[in-house]
C-alpha cells in the first residue's frame, strides 16, 4: 500500500535561513506528489504540485520541491525563510486507487526572529 | 469566488447527539471529499463523491454517512456523537481524480464530549 512520511515532526528555523522539509513515499509506480500548507485556524493550501516531466517543481511563496525517484523523496525548499512561513506543512500522494490523496503526518514549522 | 465553505466551524456535542456538517464549494467540481485531522496522524479520508447522488467509502468511514443530493453540496452526518470522534474535519473538492488538486475548507473543529 502506499504510504507518505515526514521524518520532522518539528523543525525551528531563523527568519532568512534555509528550509529544506522531508517527504518519504512508497508507491511501486509514478505518484503524483503535492505539497500543501496549513496556517493555524486555516484549511490547507497547494503550495506546489509534481505530476511530471522537469524533477524541480517551483511553487507558491518561493516554494520549491525536487522529486528523486531514486530516494523516493519530494523534499520541500525554500532558500530564505519569512516569520510568515510559520505553519504547518502536508506531503501527500496521489495513485489513482480509491481516488484518494494520502497524507504524511506533516512538520510544524516555527520560525525564531 | 468563495472556494470551499464550510459550517459550522465549531461545535460541540454530547455523546449520542447527532449533527450535520455541511460543505458547499461553487466551483463546478465533480469530486467533493471529507477528512478528519487528528494530531500526529495528518488528514485521513472519511467519504468521498465522484458526482451528484454517489458516495464511497474512505479510510474511516465508520460513524459517520453522507450525502450529496446537489453537484454543489456535500453533508457528512453524525448520527451518534462519540468522544472518538473529536476532530478537526475539513472538505475538499476536485475537477476530477486524476492529477488530484483538492481545494480545501476552513475546516470544522468539532468537540465531543
Known amino acids: 500500500a502506499q504510504s507518505v512520511t515526514q521524518p520532522d515532526i518539528h523543525i525551528t528555523v531563523s527568519e532568512g535561513a534555509s528550509l529544506e522539509l522531508r517527504c518519504n513515499y512508497s508507491y511501486g509506480a509514478t505518484p503524483y506528489l503535492f505539497w500543501y500548507v496549513q496556517s493555524p485556524g486555516q484549511g490547507l493550501q497547494l503550495l506546489l504540485k509534481?505530476?511530471?516531466?522537469?524533477?524541480l517543481v517551483q511553487g507558491i511563496k518561493g516554494f520549491e520541491a525536487e522529486f528523486k525517484r531514486s530516494q523516493s523523496s519530494f523534499n520541500l525548499r525554500k532558500p530564505s525563510v519569512h516569520w510568515s512561513d510559520a505553519a504547518e506543512y502536508f506531503c501527500?500522494?496521489?495513485?489513482?486507487?480509491?481516488?484518494?490523496?494520502?497524507f504524511g503526518t506533516g512538520t510544524q514549522l516555527k520560525v525564531e526572529l | 469566488n468563495a472556494g470551499v465553505t464550510q459550517t459550522p466551524k465549531f461545535r460541540v456535542l454530547k455523546t449520542g447527539q447527532s449533527m450535520t456538517l455541511l460543505c458547499a464549494q461553487d466551483?463546478?467540481?465533480?469530486?467533493m471529499y471529507w477528512y478528519r485531522q487528528d494530531p500526529g496522524m495528518g488528514l485521513r479520508l472519511i467519504h468521498y463523491s465522484v458526482g451528484e447522488g454517489t458516495t464511497a467509502k474512505g479510510e474511516v468511514p465508520d460513524g459517520y454517512n453522507v450525502s450529496r443530493l446537489k453537484k454543489q453540496n456535500f453533508l457528512l452526518g453524525l448520527e451518534s456523537a462519540a468522544p472518538s470522534q473529536t476532530s478537526v474535519y475539513f472538505c475538499?473538492?476536485?475537477?476530477?481524480?486524476?492529477?488530484?488538486?483538492?481545494?480545501f475548507g476552513a475546516g470544522t473543529r468539532l468537540s465531543v464530549l
Open positions: 466551483m463546478n467540481h465533480e469530486y
Open positions: 501527500a500522494l496521489f495513485t489513482g486507487g480509491g481516488n484518494k490523496l494520502t
Open positions: 509534481y505530476f511530471s516531466g522537469d524533477t
Open positions: 475538499a473538492s476536485s475537477v476530477t481524480a486524476a492529477k488530484n488538486i483538492q481545494y
